[in-house]
T-cell receptor, first 114, second 114 residues
């Protein structure tokens, strides 16, 4: 499972409340990612990080912020949750495998915004 | 036009037959190509990746890449009911220093019928 954990695994919240999701890895990989997955859209990149305090936006970053103060932890924050942010959120790390960086995923967090 | 396209399915294949999953991509600069399997309610797991034109075999799985046609496929021989899942195709972005980002297809749902 590449040593990736996500917390919480399930969360129900109300519109307008802040929500923070945590991704933790045990192997000191440099690159970490946050995706959301919705029916019909596949995986869409929200933000990614290439080191401590080094982050960049993905294709669906509006309404999300991230922080990485330690190599092992990558936090995703929904500043004011909306119903459109109901989704399954996956964290991933990138591992060099032979000649290509390969992504491995955490177990996911199911978020329901009411 | 989506950057990575897959037929959403479902693709129904009899047990023991060959399942053929296809993926086309738009960025000619993409270097590496990945197939992931995702069971319902679970996170994506890597099956295999390919970066050279031709075939790459791993057990019952064969990935085929044709960069000229911008086409990658996954063949599953001797299909088993346990192969029933959604198969995601992903390709690296064709920009310098962007091999750490993947572009994802929406996935093909495969059903193996006993």
């Amino acid at each position: 499972d590449a040593g990736i954990t996500q917390s919480p695994r399930h969360k129900v919240t109300e519109t307008g409340t802040p929500v923070t999701l945590r991704c933790h890895q045990t192997e000191n990989h440099r690159y970490m990612y946050w995706y959301r997955q919705d029916p019909g859209h596949g995986l869409r990149l929200i933000h990614y990080s290439y080191g401590v305090k080094d982050t960049d936006k993905g294709e669906v970053s509006d309404g999300y912020s991230v922080s990485r103060s330690k190599t092992e932890d990558f936090l995703l924050t929904l500043e004011s949750a909306t119903s459109s942010q109901t989704s399954v959120y996956f964290c991933a790390i990138s591992v060099l495998a032979v000649t290509s960086e390969t992504q491995y995923f955490g177990p996911g967090t199911r978020l329901l915004v009411l | 036009q989506k950057e990575v396209e897959q037929n959403s399915g479902p693709l129904s294949v009899p047990e023991g037959a060959i399942a053929s999953l296809n993926c086309t991509y738009s960025d000619r600069g993409s270097q590496s190509f990945f197939w992931y399997r995702q069971y319902s309610g679970k996170s994506p797991e890597l099956i295999m990746f390919i970066y050279s034109n031709g075939d790459k075999e791993d057990g019952r799985f064969t990935a085929q890449l044709n960069k000229a046609s911008q086409y990658v496929s996954l063949l599953i021989r001797d299909s088993q009911p346990s192969d029933s899942a959604t198969y995601l195709c992903a390709v690296t972005r064709g920009l310098m220093d962007s091999n750490y980002q993947l572009i994802w297809g929406a996935g093909t749902k495969l059903i193996i019928k006993p």
